[in-house]
């Protein structure tokens, strides 16, 4: 940010939105053009807040026209009923998750979320037993069902 304002990367960044949204929002004319022309073009803090009013009334279920309407002082917001279906979330409320698939046998996967949990090599080799042991009992320790065949194959010989 200089000393004029916001251009409009650090003002997508401010808010957690992309630069296209920034420049629809002043398309639909829910946000001021920016001040200045040319490359000297930039946003101040009076933009940055009413970027902030406009995802508030979003999250709380206004449409854009509705939200035009009250920033233009034609309305009050009126109280609206939260939606009973999620409503999509900017990128800045967003959380990053790393899934990671562990394979316990034919047809059984365990999931989680690798960067809530951090289990070590020795607790998923741990886990991955017990797991099998449960949906397949004739499975081997390490839930590998190529090595009870292997020993199957031996015992029979």
Same mark, same amino acid.
């Given at each position: 940010?200089?000393?004029?304002?916001?251009?409009?990367?650090? +003002?997508?960044? @401010?808010?957690?939105?992309? &630069? &296209?949204?920034?420049?629809?929002?002043?398309?639909?004319?829910?946000?001021? @053009?920016?001040?200045?022309?040319? %490359?000297? &073009? #930039?946003?101040?803090?009076?933009?940055?807040?009413?970027? %902030?009013?406009?995802?508030?009334?979003?999250?709380?279920? #206004?449409?854009?026209?509705?939200?035009? %309407?009250? +920033? !233009?002082?034609?309305?009050? @917001?009126?109280?609206?009923?939260?939606?009973?279906?999620?409503? %999509?979330?900017?990128?800045?409320?967003?959380?990053?998750?790393?899934?990671? &698939?562990?394979?316990?046998?034919?047809?059984?996967? +365990? #999931?989680? !979320?690798?960067?809530?949990?951090?289990?070590? @090599?020795?607790?998923?080799?741990?886990?991955?037993?017990?797991?099998?042991?449960?949906?397949?009992? !004739?499975?081997?320790?390490?839930?590998?069902?190529?090595?009870?065949?292997?020993?199957?194959?031996?015992?029979?010989?």
């Amino acid at each position: 940010m200089n000393a004029e304002g916001f251009n409009v990367g650090e +003002l997508a960044d @401010a808010v957690g939105l992309t &630069r &296209r949204a920034i420049r629809f929002y002043v398309q639909q004319r829910l946000l001021p @053009a920016p001040l200045g022309r040319g %490359r000297g &073009r #930039h946003y101040d803090h009076s933009h940055l807040e009413r970027l %902030r009013r406009v995802m508030e009334l979003q999250v709380a279920g #206004h449409s854009l026209d509705a939200i035009r %309407r009250i +920033l !233009d002082g034609g309305a009050e @917001a009126p109280s609206v009923t939260p939606p009973t279906k999620p409503t %999509r979330q900017r990128r800045a409320l967003m959380s990053a998750e790393l899934w990671t &698939r562990l394979r316990v046998g034919p047809g059984v996967e +365990l #999931h989680f !979320d690798a960067a809530a949990h951090s289990p070590t @090599a020795e607790q998923l080799l741990e886990l991955r037993s017990a797991i099998a042991s449960v949906f397949r009992p !004739d499975l081997s320790a390490t839930g590998d069902q190529d090595n009870s065949k292997a020993q199957e194959g031996d015992a029979r010989e």
